[in-house]
C-alpha cells in the first residue's frame, strides 16, 4: 500500500543547482500533478500529467520541467534553483483529474 | 477571479467540542468541492468530494455541507479529538477546460485537552 511515494524528503540547494525530484505512484492513476505549498497561500499547481507521455504546465510552471516517460513517475526537475523556489513540494496522483486525489508525504526543499 | 476563501485562519477549541470551518469560493463554472486534512509535515489526505447535486456530505466525525447557490461549503467536526489538529483544506474544482484546481490557504485547527 505504497501510493504515493516522493523523494527526497529534504533537501538544501545552493543558488543555481539542479535536482531532480522523485514522484512515484503505485495505484496505476492516469492523472499526476506537482504542486508546491508556500506558508498563508493554497497550493499551487506546476505542472501536470493525463497520462504517460503527456504534460501540461499548470498555474507555476517557470523553473521547472517534468517528463512522464511511465504511468508510475512523475519526476519534477529543477533547472537552475532560485531562493524563491524555496517550499514543500508535494506530488499526487488520480484516476482521473476530477477523482479522489493522493498526495505524496511532501519535499522540503531549501535553497540558499 | 476564481478564489477560494477559508474562514477562520486558526481556530483553538477543547477536546470533546464541535467545530465548523467556513469556505466560500467563486469559481465558475463549478465541477467539484473537496476538503482534505493536512497534518503537520504530512501530504494532504482526501476528507469529502461533493459535485453540485450534493448539498451534505459524512465520513465519520466530519460532516461538509454545500450551497452551490450561495457558493459556500463548511466542514463540522463533531466531538473533537487531539488527532484533529491539522490544517483543513477547502479546494474547488472548475469544470471546463481540464477542471482547473484552486485551493484555499486552509484553517490551522488546534485541539487542546
Known amino acids: 500500500n505504497a501510493g504515493v511515494t516522493q523523494t527526497p524528503k529534504f533537501q538544501v540547494l545552493k543558488t543555481g543547482q539542479s535536482m531532480t525530484l522523485q514522484c512515484a505512484q503505485d495505484?496505476?492513476?492516469?492523472?499526476m500533478s506537482w504542486y508546491r505549498q508556500d506558508p498563508g497561500m493554497g497550493l499551487r499547481l506546476i505542472h501536470y500529467?493525463?497520462?504517460?507521455?503527456?504534460?501540461d504546465q499548470g498555474e507555476v510552471p517557470n523553473g521547472y520541467n517534468v517528463s512522464r516517460s511511465t504511468t508510475e513517475d512523475f519526476p519534477l526537475r529543477l533547472l537552475s534553483a532560485a531562493p524563491s523556489q524555496t517550499s514543500v513540494y508535494f506530488c499526487a496522483s488520480s484516476i482521473q483529474a476530477d477523482t479522489e486525489a493522493f498526495f505524496g508525504q511532501g519535499t522540503r526543499l531549501t535553497v540558499v | 477571479k476564481n478564489q477560494v476563501e477559508q474562514s477562520p485562519q486558526s481556530l483553538i477549541i477543547l477536546e470533546g467540542k464541535n467545530c465548523t470551518l467556513q469556505c466560500n469560493y467563486t469559481v465558475s463554472p463549478f465541477s467539484n468541492l473537496r476538503w482534505y486534512k493536512q497534518d503537520t509535515g504530512r501530504g494532504p489526505v482526501s476528507l469529502t468530494i461533493?459535485?453540485?447535486?450534493?448539498n451534505t456530505k459524512s465520513n465519520g466525525r466530519y460532516t461538509a455541507t454545500l450551497d452551490a447557490d450561495t457558493k459556500q461549503s463548511s466542514l463540522h467536526i463533531t466531538a473533537s479529538q487531539l488527532s484533529d489538529s491539522a490544517s483543513y483544506i477547502c479546494?474547488?474544482?472548475?469544470?471546463?477546460?481540464?477542471?482547473?484546481?484552486?485551493f484555499g490557504a486552509g484553517t490551522r485547527l488546534f485541539v487542546k485537552a
Open positions: 495505484m496505476n492513476h492516469e492523472y
Open positions: 461533493m459535485t453540485f447535486s450534493e
Open positions: 479546494v474547488v474544482q472548475r469544470g471546463t477546460g481540464g477542471f482547473k484546481t484552486i
Open positions: 500529467s493525463v497520462g504517460a507521455g503527456i504534460t
